[in-house]
């Protein structure tokens, strides 16, 4: 069973931020993380919290639903929100889930959200990271091990390697605990791709990797347990 789906919303009319709220008080499966006024708050919540979904209202001020979620560099799943059926087109184009012409049903509502659950739980093998200027999606089996850059992360894989714009703690929150952990301030490894350990070292294909102090004893806690 997929976990909770965390959403915000992201709408400068009170009134629809109500309607929104409530509908999403009915869905199980929907953790409200914040309701947000506009882009540049949500923009706060996004870069602290992990989120899955927006709500997204497309004429806002400022800068408009669509410009901001253009501008986001891992962007979670979107249902637009809007009274103005003319941006729909425009809507589909960056690859929303879905799109809902104000004012709304809950049935509506509730076939928008089940779309982007069905979205979701396809995806939950898979990492999704935009990088060069395209959304790839890997399988977290694929993936050797993570490296930070700075404000940057190299995702190592079988086949390639991608550069994107993320801290490693926030790429390590995407990965399943179970496969990967961060041996050092700079690296996370996915353990069964580990070939072997020597000293303060590990091999995994051809890459060596060190090992932090403080991170050895959490690694080998992990690899008695396999």
Not at 145 to 164: A, E, I, R
């Amino acid at each position: 069973m997929i976990k909770k789906i965390n959403c915000i919303i992201i709408d400068d009319e009170p009134s629809s931020q109500n309607v929104l709220e409530q509908f999403v008080k009915k869905i199980d499966f929907l953790e409200l993380k914040a309701v947000c006024n506009h882009a540049q708050e949500a923009q706060k919540v996004i870069e602290v919290e992990k989120v899955d979904l927006l709500f997204l209202d497309i004429n806002m001020p400022i800068i408009s639903g669509l410009d901001f979620y253009k501008s986001l560099i891992n962007p979670p799943l979107v249902i637009f929100t809007t009274a103005y059926a003319e941006f729909a087109v425009e809507g589909f184009d960056v690859n929303a889930t879905d799109y809902l012409l104000k004012p709304f049903s809950f049935e509506r509502f509730q076939k928008a959200v089940i779309k982007a659950k069905d979205i979701l739980k396809q995806d939950e093998d898979k990492l999704i990271l935009k990088a060069d200027k395209r959304l790839h999606i890997i399988k977290f089996e694929d993936i050797l091990f993570v490296q930070s850059l700075g404000d940057y992360v190299k995702v190592h894989t079988t086949n390639n390697t991608l550069t994107t714009y993320s801290k490693l703690s926030t790429m390590i929150e995407k990965l399943p605990s179970n496969n990967f952990i961060q041996v050092h301030k700079s690296y996370a490894i996915n353990i069964q791709k580990v070939n072997f350990i020597e000293g303060n070292h590990l091999l995994i294909s051809e890459h060596k990797i060190p090992i932090g102090q403080k991170h050895k004893q959490n690694l080998t806690k992990h690899l008695n347990n396999y």
